[in-house]
C-alpha cells in the first residue's frame, strides 16, 4: 500500500508564491513519474507538472514559466513551486504517481484571492 500526501496549500493573493509537498509512505519504492494535477470547481482533473524518474519535466502551457517542479528521488517526495499566482490557478492540486499502478493523494487546496 502506497500513500501520498500532500501540504503546502492555502490562501495567497495574486501575484503570490506557494511551494507544495507531496511525501509518499507505506511500500515505496522508485516511481517512474511523479508530478501534480489539479481540479477547480466545476471542471474536469487537469496536468499541471509531471518529472520523470531521470529527470524530464512536462508543464501545462498555463503554469510554464511560472511554476517548477522537481522531485528529492532519495526521500520519495515531489514539489511544486508556484510564482506568480493568478486567481484561475485556485484549484484543489493532487498529488500523482506511477509505478504499474497509479497513485494518488487527498489533495490540497490552494485559493489565489484577486
Known amino acids: 500500500q502506497v500513500q501520498l500526501a500532500e501540504s503546502g496549500g492555502g490562501l495567497v493573493q495574486a501575484g503570490g508564491s506557494l511551494r507544495l509537498s507531496c511525501a509518499a509512505s507505506?511500500?515505496?519504492?522508485?516511481?517512474?513519474?511523479m508530478g501534480w494535477y489539479r481540479q477547480a470547481p466545476g471542471k474536469q482533473r487537469e496536468l499541471v507538472a509531471t518529472?520523470?524518474?531521470?529527470?524530464?519535466?512536462d508543464y501545462a502551457e498555463s503554469v510554464k514559466g511560472r511554476f517548477t517542479i522537481s522531485r528529492d528521488n532519495a526521500k520519495h517526495t515531489v514539489f511544486l513551486q508556484m510564482n506568480g499566482l493568478k486567481p484561475e490557478d485556485t484549484a484543489v492540486y493532487y498529488c500523482?504517481?506511477?509505478?504499474?499502478?497509479?497513485?494518488w493523494g487527498k489533495g490540497t487546496l490552494v485559493t489565489v484571492s484577486s
Open positions: 507505506g511500500n515505496i519504492f522508485s516511481f517512474n513519474n
Open positions: 500523482n504517481a506511477i509505478r504499474y499502478l497509479t497513485y
Open positions: 518529472e520523470t524518474s531521470s529527470g524530464i519535466r
